[in-house]
């Protein structure tokens, strides 16, 4: 086990001393704090973490390594990882290396054995702010500087960072797992075959891995591609990805979604969601510390159904400018899913044109899936 001192600064003047792992050297980000108790891996190659160092509130992590399969893209987006302890023996039969060594690969510097609840405790109290994690300067004052002097994720643009260069088709399905017989990709039948383009504002593999699971065939596009290039594509429908920063300044996505809505059915994901709603004419605006974990329960305010989901999103979409459902740009829009502990908005959907959005994670990974048959109205979105 390594021993080397770390040390992380808030620009608040917060500081805390642990021990590194991973990666050496020194990274900055927005910290943000996840309560997820496993998942590890997905929320380290989850796109929508780009710009942020994570907080991991579970206190043991690392205790089954890294599974090849369950990466949700080819690289760890993450700027820096903080833990409370990390687990130096990795236990499962599907893990290919543990949790330090794919860090160190990656380039990502770590942190651990510090103070994880106090660090929660001080972002519900403080708000989101830029952190720094260092092995280099051992100076608090020097950090604590350095920190102040950084800019959060208002204002950026991330998205042009993670989404691919080119267009490429997705083949692959859900992965089952079967002790009997490994792993095996399920290839579903049983469903209509329909087209659908997905813009990559920072895709998870998850959302194009459930497309597959309905027969979709699932065509990925920058997310500076034009609506008039996807809607001669044909498709049967559009979805809107998740990704990282700041809603408001990816106009050329909102532009784009402006352009295919009315035009072609469009499901809208986590950032999605937020595109969507500023396409629509209404605003967003930055939590005070975020919804990060795979416990959030929403209401589906048709049903009054309650799901327990999994989210990552630092932003969310201002109640007052829906103007209490009145007709907007594309006809009249309702609020279809609301956060039980803090009321913010979850879902919309438009009444007049075929679009409805999401701000959670249906394809969950890490999370639970009762929130999955949103795919099952996107496909009857499709249908009809």
């Known amino acids: 086990m390594k021993t080397k001192k770390a040390i992380l600064a808030l620009s608040d003047g917060k500081v805390f001393e642990g021990v590194s792992f991973g990666a050496e050297g020194e990274t900055s980000g927005e910290i943000v704090f996840n309560t997820s108790i496993a998942g590890y891996q997905e929320i380290l190659t989850d796109p929508s973490y780009k710009g942020q160092i994570v907080n991991m509130t579970y206190p043991l992590i690392g205790n089954y ?58 972002i519900r109290d403080c708000g989101e702010q830029v952190g720094i994690i260092s092995t280099e300067d051992s100076d608090h004052q020097s950090l604590v500087s350095k920190a102040s002097g950084l800019s959060g994720l208002v204002g950026k643009d991330l998205v042009k960072e993670v989404s691919c260069d080119k267009t490429y088709n997705w083949e692959d399905a859900e992965t089952v797992i079967n002790t009997a017989s490994g792993s095996n990709h399920e290839q579903p039948e049983q469903y209509k075959q329909y087209n659908v383009v997905v813009y990559d504002c920072g895709v998870k593999y998850n959302i194009l891995r459930k497309l597959r699971n309905y027969n979709c065939n699932v065509t990925v596009v920058p997310a500076n591609t034009s609506a008039k290039d996807v809607l001669a594509m044909k498709a049967d429908g559009v979805v809107i990805s998740n990704g990282p920063g700041d809603p408001a300044a990816v106009p050329y996505m909102v532009e ?29 605006f930055k939590l005070k510390f975020g919804h990060h974990g795979a416990n959030q329960p929403v209401m589906d305010l048709r049903t009054e159904k309650v799901a327990i989901t999994s989210q990552n999103h630092c932003f969310a979409i201002d109640g007052e400018s829906l103007n209490n459902g009145q007709s907007g740009r594309f006809g009249k829009v309702e609020i279809s899913h609301i956060n039980l502990n803090d009321k913010s908005i979850e879902g919309l959907r438009c009444l007049e044109v075929p679009v409805f959005s999401v701000q959670y994670h249906p394809e969950a990974s890490p999370g639970p899936h009762d929130s999955s048959y949103i795919f099952n109205e996107f496909i009857e979105m499709m249908e009809n």
Request: glycine residues 12%; hydrophobic residues 35%.
């Open 65 to 122: 390594g890294i599974c090849e399969e369950d990466h949700e893209s080819t690289q760890s987006h993450v700027e820096g990882f903080i833990i409370k302890e990390l687990s130096p023996f990795p236990s499962n039969w599907r893990s290919s290396m543990g949790l330090d060594e794919f860090l160190e690969n990656k380039g990502i510097i770590g942190i651990q054995g510090i103070d994880t609840r106090a660090l929660t405790r001080h």
């Open 256 to 284: 784009n979604v402006t352009g295919i809505i009315g035009n072609k059915p469009v499901m809208g994901i986590c950032l999605g969601n937020q595109i969507i709603a500023q396409a629509l004419g209404y605003k967003t």
